[in-house]
């Protein structure tokens, strides 16, 4: 099996680089791309762990893009080589995530809870702290019950505690991710909330802007809706892309490593037929990568 989309505890995933590749390999997972949120900060022990386990190491990122109405996240898949342009883009983002974890620490503070921003560092090092952080503590603290009831009552958008997040510019994502020597890749589209009547005028816009793939396999997703995606994109002329969108199953217990949408297991052909030879045009260190 492979996996084109996980996560790490250098985000809001439940393993770290190395236990996430050892749990990788655990399951027979040959490759797999590493794609924490606006962070590469997992990315060398990952790849460290992948020469100990034996797993082909994407190094990848999953970036927030500003969109008027649902979640765009572009992955950068095969970011070999970190540009200033990326470099700006992670260090505007750790800058308004600060800002937006203090506005949120304050509501919370004013509903009576005892958290501070110290705490939540403490408990959380080298760590992109969000939301999926948030409920933790919350649960920890038998303000709720489960994470899931955290984003439930307060959390999530339009809940009392919710501060809009801000994210980048599309085609600076764009850019970033293809002078890091990486190819962009619109991840779950169906997270756009996109109707399927607009959804393929707008790929075509992102396609013209500089996105090369689509992830249309996603385990958020129905199986009908995934083949309808694939076949979308064909027709613009992106590649496609499948991932388990793997958090850990204490976060997601919904999502297994290695399995996408209907729990269907990830095909090499994702990798050998459409991300790999892409990649290899762009960048000579994935030529010869077969799963």
């Not at 590469?40 to 999953?62: R, T």
């Not at 949120?104 to 403490?122: C, P, Q, V």
Request: glycine letters at 8%.
């Amino acid at each position: 099996m492979i996996d084109l989309h996980s996560h790490t505890t250098a985000s809001d995933g439940q393993y770290t680089p190395t236990e996430l590749v050892k749990k990788a390999s655990e399951h027979n997972i040959k490759l797999m791309a590493i794609t924490d949120h606006d962070t590469v900060n997992g990315l060398e022990e990952a790849q460290k762990a992948g020469l100990q386990y034996g797993v082909q190491i994407i190094p990848g990122i999953e970036i927030n893009i500003t969109a008027p109405r649902g979640e765009f996240h572009l992955l950068g898949l095969g970011i070999s080589d970190i540009s200033p342009s990326m470099k700006e883009i992670l260090d505007k983002v750790i800058k308004t995530r600060e800002i937006r974890n203090q506005e949120m620490i304050s509501k919370m503070r004013d509903a009576g809870i005892d958290i501070t921003y110290d705490e939540m560092i403490n408990k959380f090092p080298n760590t992109m702290i969000g939301r999926p952080h948030f409920a933790q503590i919350l649960q920890e603290k038998k303000v709720v019950k489960t994470r899931q009831q955290a984003f439930d009552l307060y959390l999530a958008k339009g809940r009392p505690w919710y501060i809009e997040r801000i994210g980048t510019n599309l085609d600076e994502a764009i850019v970033a991710i293809k002078e890091s020597k990486g190819l962009p890749v619109i991840a779950h589209p169906m997270s756009l909330y996109l109707s399927w009547g607009k959804l393929p005028e707008m790929m075509q816009k992102y396609y013209e802007q500089g996105v090369c793939g689509m992830e249309a396999f996603h385990p958020g997703a129905r199986v009908t809706e995934c083949l309808r995606l694939e076949e979308l994109g064909r027709q613009i002329g992106l590649f496609i892309t499948a991932g388990s969108d793997f958090h850990g199953e204490k976060i997601r217990p919904d999502r297994r490593l290695g399995h996408t949408c209907g729990a269907k297991k990830i095909d090499h052909k994702f990798w050998n037929e459409e991300l790999g030879p892409n990649l290899a045009k762009v960048n000579p260190k994935f030529n010869n990568i077969i799963v």
